[in-house]
């Protein structure tokens, strides 16, 4: 995070949930030996991750855009789209119609196959995540996908839901790399997020 010229940034790998897993198979020049061929790509994330302190982020971004009338909100590797609503429910909660101007906020992951399935709001919940929902009377955005089944990752039960509308449409899900944003692009005057390396630039 950086904040009047210093900077603080927070790394987490305790993310919970495989949200995209896909079986490719490896250029022949990099691995040699078919046997070695086959190579799985995979993204774990979770709603409210602990390395942000999402309680507190709303007011400091309220006061550190109070006289911008838009607020550009950029979220790089989203994966399913959790660190994204766990953003929107929080600056909704603590804001309330005052965190309109920084909704859609824009989220993109270099996976093809991961924003489809975002940009229909599908999405594997936990038991943890339903805590949280049920803590910040975020449940309501929620419903349950009776049409696919209960998943069991690492001895944890994933249950299958979609994201309503009301939540669904503050999202501009879109393919992107961030390599290449960073360098075409100035965030000077908006708020700039990587999920995957769990650092936030105001």
Not at 70 to 77: D, S
Not at 88 to 100: P, Q, V, Y
């Amino acid at each position: 995070m950086k904040v009047n010229n210093r900077t603080e940034a927070a790394y987490s790998f305790t993310s919970t949930r495989i949200s995209w897993v896909k079986k490719i198979k490896a250029p022949d020049k990099l691995v040699q030996s078919e046997e070695y061929q086959e190579v799985f790509y995979c993204n774990y994330t979770n709603l409210n991750r602990k390395d942000y302190d999402w309680e507190k982020l709303p007011k400091l971004l309220q006061d550190r855009f109070e006289k911008q009338d838009k607020v550009k909100v950029n979220i790089f590797g989203c994966s399913d789209g959790s660190d994204c609503y766990t953003f929107i429910i929080n600056m909704i909660n603590m804001l309330g119609k005052k965190a309109k101007k920084f909704f859609p906020v824009l989220s993109s992951d270099i996976s093809p196959d991961i924003i489809t399935e975002s940009k229909k709001g599908n999405i594997l919940l936990h038991k943890n995540d339903l805590d949280y929902l049920q803590k910040t009377n975020a449940l309501k955005y929620f419903e349950r996908n009776n049409n696919k089944e209960v998943q069991i990752m690492r001895g944890i039960e994933f249950f299958p839901f979609r994201v309503k509308s009301e939540l669904l449409d503050k999202i501009d899900f879109s393919v992107k790399d961030v390599r290449k944003e960073v360098m075409e692009n100035d965030f000077s005057d908006s708020v700039f997020s990587s999920a995957t390396a769990g650092a936030l630039t105001l």
